[in-house]
């Protein structure tokens, strides 16, 4: 597998798993997130509206970024 390709496939990865926290940021207050992500705290009622966000603004990036690199290889025909 190329470099590149295997850049594609990880940004896809991780662009999906960011998906998946950004739910876990959406669906469950501040005191039942996990402790290692950011945000948690053991008192808050709060969701973290923000991080969810944040988190698809960034697997959107990654999902360009996959998009434009399989992109064709070769300079367009000239004129």
């Known amino acids: 597998m190329g470099?590149?390709?295997l850049m594609i496939v990880l940004a896809i990865?991780?662009?999906?798993?960011?998906?998946?926290?950004?739910g876990i940021y959406f669906a469950e207050p501040a005191r039942s997130l996990p402790a290692f992500f950011p945000g948690h705290s053991a008192t808050a009622t709060t969701h973290h509206i923000k991080h969810?966000?944040?988190s698809?603004?960034?697997?959107?990036a990654l999902f360009v970024f996959a998009w434009f690199a399989?992109?064709?290889r070769?300079?367009?025909a000239a004129r």
């Open 56 to 60: 698809i603004a960034v697997a959107l």
């Open 52 to 54: 969810g966000i944040a």
């Open 70 to 72: 399989s992109g064709p």
């Open 13 to 22: 990865v991780l662009g999906v798993a960011l998906l998946f926290v950004a």
């Open 3 to 5: 470099n590149s390709r």
């Open 74 to 76: 070769t300079a367009a």
